[in-house]
């Protein structure tokens, strides 16, 4: 394909962005295929002879697009947002046409600065430390990774790697069942195993009870195991849960334990003042890690990570063949360090064409006109017989069951599974289930930067038609 042929095939794929953005609402929200329906639409074998653009992109409309979910549908309410925006596009296909590998300063100074100045803004933005450092990861899954890395060579003076985990003592990883599982998978890969994995008991608002914590941290030392680390979480992903981190933070200060604070979808509304209050007590923590890709509206993948003290990440992560030093040494941050890639997507042009682009009233007047909604939803489910609000609002989450008199605990929580499969089916709208005191419950979160108000009280009378159907 020469400059004249991409000139042409860019500009039909601009437009079909552009009547894609326009004409979301029109798809069903989840992929309505049958398993194995898309595999077998697709060749068993790859071309000998180059094809026609013409004739892939009509391949794309036909074969591809039934089977994608569309997670930029203004009645997307599963999960949490991966928020696509126009700014954040744009910056993309410049990132694109670039293909910058950010893993050293010198492999181009600008992707570096660039990062280092956009981690100092979101600093400023979610009133975070000052002398916090920060990098730009590709998943909040990796920040915890590398949390755990840094926890685990802390616990023992640096020693795992470089004698490995035989001879390492026993160590213990602290959370609570509302935790991301990434925790949980972070352990395995850093070779420690579920056993080191301890999950807090927590209260009625489904946040770690402090004093749970501690009593758990005494009885590990005394049977000679590490307390190694903590994790809260501020938003979490089934109720949109926050832990006290001021008392958390208190216990891992006084058990030498690394504190690691998750608010992976939460953090991006600390930008309204009105909710900074669910991180009081952040400055304890070691690190902290939210997404931008998720509410914030920087596209899939940016995750925002921070750290204390960044000379135990290096120290951790840092390994410096003859083929990657360079002149600068230390005058200059090499990101490569900071995460377990050593080749980094320039991820910084998104967060520098969002915030400028959209400045931080329209970011902040989108999460509260969210977490609005939510209230207005949460009034509705209140007054909707046959429903019960089991969780929430916690920000833009909440959850709900069906409610019928009459019947026990068992027939209501097959009708709630029923009624989310029904929903789902239906295509309108797309919400997702989870366990609250273990029986299912309802999620329904608001993020989509295209939602209004309509769409959420449009998604909500369709589930309470489909309701009444069951």
């Known amino acids: 394909m020469d400059s004249k042929e991409f000139r042409k095939n860019a500009h039909d794929i601009i437009d079909w962005i552009a009547d894609y953005m326009d004409g979301v609402r029109d798809y069903p929200v989840r992929s309505q295929v049958a398993p194995g329906e898309v595999r077998a639409k697709l060749p068993d074998t790859p071309p000998e002879e180059a094809e026609s653009f013409d004739q892939l992109m009509a391949d794309f409309k036909d074969t591809i697009l039934p089977g994608v979910t569309h997670w930029q549908h203004p009645r997307f309410f599963a999960y949490f947002p991966a928020n696509v925006t126009p700014e954040s596009q744009l910056a993309e296909m410049l990132i694109s046409a670039m293909g910058i590998n950010a893993m050293l300063w010198e492999t181009s100074p600008a992707a570096t600065e660039l990062e280092e100045a956009m981690m100092d803004w979101l600093k400023d933005m979610l009133d975070l430390p000052r002398a916090w450092d920060g990098v730009i990861q590709d998943t909040a899954s990796s920040a915890t990774f590398c949390a755990v890395l840094a926890a685990r060579e802390r616990a023992t003076g640096w020693k795992v790697n470089e004698t490995g985990l035989q001879h390492a003592p026993m160590m213990a990883f602290y959370t609570s069942a509302e935790a991301h599982s990434s925790l949980e998978k972070a352990v395995k890969m850093a070779g420690l195993g579920r056993v080191s994995i301890r999950l807090v008991p927590t209260d ?66 600390m930008m309204c003042p009105e909710f900074r209050y669910l991180l009081d007590g952040v400055e304890s923590a070691d690190s902290f890690v939210f997404n931008p890709h998720k509410w914030m509206g920087v596209q899939f993948d940016c995750t925002a990570h921070f750290v204390r003290d960044r000379d135990t990440l ?100 097959a009708l709630t599974e029923k009624l989310l499969a029904k929903v789902n089916d239906d295509g309108f709208t797309y919400l997702t289930r989870t366990l609250v005191n273990g029986r299912p419950v309802i999620r329904f979160q608001v993020g989509q930067v295209q939602t209004t108000k309509d769409d959420v009280m449009a998604a909500w009378r369709r589930v309470a038609e489909l309701e009444e159907d069951l």
């Open 204 to 269: 009625k608002d489904h946040a770690i009870q402090p004093t749970a914590l501690s009593a758990m941290m005494e009885e590990d030392r005394k049977a000679g195991i590490i307390p190694a680390m903590v994790m809260a979480t501020v938003g979490s992903t089934s109720v949109g849960a926050a832990d006290p981190l001021k008392a958390i933070g208190v216990i891992a200060r006084a058990n030498k334990a690394y504190f690691h604070v998750d608010a992976a979808w939460a953090g991006s509304a």
């Open 314 to 413: 290096v120290r951790t992560l840092t390994i410096l063949p003859a083929y990657l030093e360079t002149r600068e040494g230390t005058r200059v941050k090499d990101y490569r360090d900071w995460g377990v890639q050593l080749g980094r997507r320039m991820r910084a042009l998104k967060l520098w064409f969002v915030i400028r682009l959209r400045g931080l009233e329209g970011l902040r007047a989108m999460f509260r006109n969210h977490v609005a909604w939510t209230l207005d939803l949460a009034a509705k489910i209140r007054e909707t017989d046959g429903f019960e609000l089991v969780t929430g609002p916690n920000l833009s989450l909440l959850t709900f069951r069906v409610l019928r008199q009459g019947m026990d605990k068992e027939e209501q929580d």
